[in-house]
């Protein structure tokens, strides 16, 4: 099909719900990805956090592709083999001990909340269901998730939002402390703020947080939708923490590319749900899961993969570094951890992105002048300095 035709019938027949960059990807392998015309880009956006093995890992295809002539879908009315399995891995590599699988990250805070209101009206004080949750915070589209995101930009329009959810200073624990009423039963937080503008918290601030939680009989619930499943360099970015929540939230990395979320929790917190109380069609679905096995046992094996997004992650940071010496009047601050990395720009980011995907390199800006680097965690070192290349000549040429 000629590529404005893709246009063309894209905005006949889908909702405006994107503003979408004018290609069409049709193709990817590792690190990269090749346009239905032919043109070949490097990947920095990683379908948004999602494909931390690369595009298309053999093993994650073969895994599909077996799962696929054996069993696709079945009810969770029975027991399905590769949910069991994940399960398993999630809980042996976590500080959970039960896992409740949906579809999306939005769907798995939905899980947590609801979890949460139960568990607390069952075990800490039957009026409780308020949920503090941080400003700038992002944690998905469905009403709840959507009240529980700390932007009203993104809420407009929508009113009215759900009861019970109120919103702090992310990273500042007297907030924290002084938004606490008697009607509190959770507090919910991404362990580095990614859709935000990549905002990381002070260092003891989850302690903090933790010790709070504890103090209140109050449930500890980290949106690890964006840091998990390696992308911080550890699993999970509680371990840099020294804490453990009660929930979690996971889902982008955890497919390698199928959409799957999870809710962990521990037995206490997890017992609260019954047969009945909570539920998903396709959650936890057979081909899904084998692809999610496939994809953390690879993240998992012999430490490589988690190895390599430190070591890429340090080399990123220090080569952002020396663009920001160079650039003083462009480039605010570079932040990050692991491979969920940005850059704030002083002016706008857009202009930055477009530039990028006109010379091959797809990048992401949130927050309007944050650009955010969330690539594969298999990245090499020449494809770190290939962008570096290509934002150093924008740099000189637009600045
Ligand atoms: C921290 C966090 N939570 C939740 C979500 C929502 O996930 P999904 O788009 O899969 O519903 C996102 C998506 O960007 C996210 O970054």
């Not at 709840?144 to 929508?158: H, S, Y």
């Not at 690890?224 to 453990?244: C, S």
């Not at 091959?360 to 298999?378: D, E, K, Q, S, Y």
């Amino acid at each position: 099909m000629e590529i404005k035709k893709y246009f063309d019938e894209s905005g006949r027949y889908i909702m405006n719900t994107y503003g979408r960059y004018p290609v069409v990807l049709r193709k990817g392998r590792g690190m990269k990805v090749w346009s239905a015309d032919g043109k070949e880009y490097l990947d920095f956006v990683g379908g948004v956090a999602v494909n931390i093995l690369g595009h298309c890992h053999p093993r994650v295809v073969v895994a599909i592709q077996k799962q696929a002539q054996r069993l696709i879908h079945v009810s969770n009315y029975y027991y399905i083999e590769p949910q069991i399995k994940l399960a398993k891995l999630l809980v042996e590599h976590s500080f959970a001990d039960k896992v409740f699988f949906c579809n999306s990250g939005a769907e798995a805070n939905e899980a947590a909340i609801k979890l949460a209101r139960k568990y607390a009206k069952e075990n800490i004080n039957s009026g409780s269901f308020e949920i503090i949750t941080a400003q700038s915070s992002f944690h998905g589209r469905t009403l709840a998730a959507l009240t529980a995101t700390g932007q009203e930009k993104l809420q407009k329009g929508f009113e009215p939002l759900m009861p019970g959810f109120s919103h702090v200073p992310f990273s500042n624990i007297e907030a924290l402390r002084k938004a606490v009423t008697k009607n509190t039963c959770a507090i919910l937080l991404e362990p580095i703020q990614g859709e935000g503008g990549v905002r990381l918290p002070d260092e003891n601030y989850f302690k903090e947080v933790r010790e709070l939680c504890d103090q209140q009989n109050l449930l500890l619930i980290l949106d690890e939708v964006q840091t998990g499943m390696g992308r911080t360099g550890k699993l999970f970015a509680y371990e840099h923490f020294g804490i453990f929540p009660d929930i979690m939230t996971i889902a982008k990395g955890l497919g390698g590319g199928v959409p799957i979320g999870a809710m962990l929790a521990t037995d206490k917190v997890a017992s609260a749900f019954q047969p009945g109380n909570h539920a998903s069609t396709f959650g936890g679905n057979p081909l899904v899961c084998a692809a999610a096995v496939a994809t953390v046992e690879t993240l998992l094996e012999d430490g490589f993969i988690l190895d390599q997004c430190n070591r890429m992650g340090q080399y990123f940071i220090e080569r952002l570094e020396k663009l920001q010496e160079e650039f003083p009047n462009l480039i605010r601050e570079i932040r990050g951890k692991g491979l969920l990395l940005g850059m704030e720009l002083k002016k706008e980011g857009a202009p930055v992105v477009k530039a990028c995907l006109e010379k091959g390199v797809l990048i992401n800006c949130t927050a309007g002048n944050v650009l955010r680097f969330i690539p594969p965690l298999i990245i090499q070192r020449k494809d770190i300095d290939q962008l570096m290349d290509v934002l150093h000549e924008i740099f000189l040429k637009v600045w």
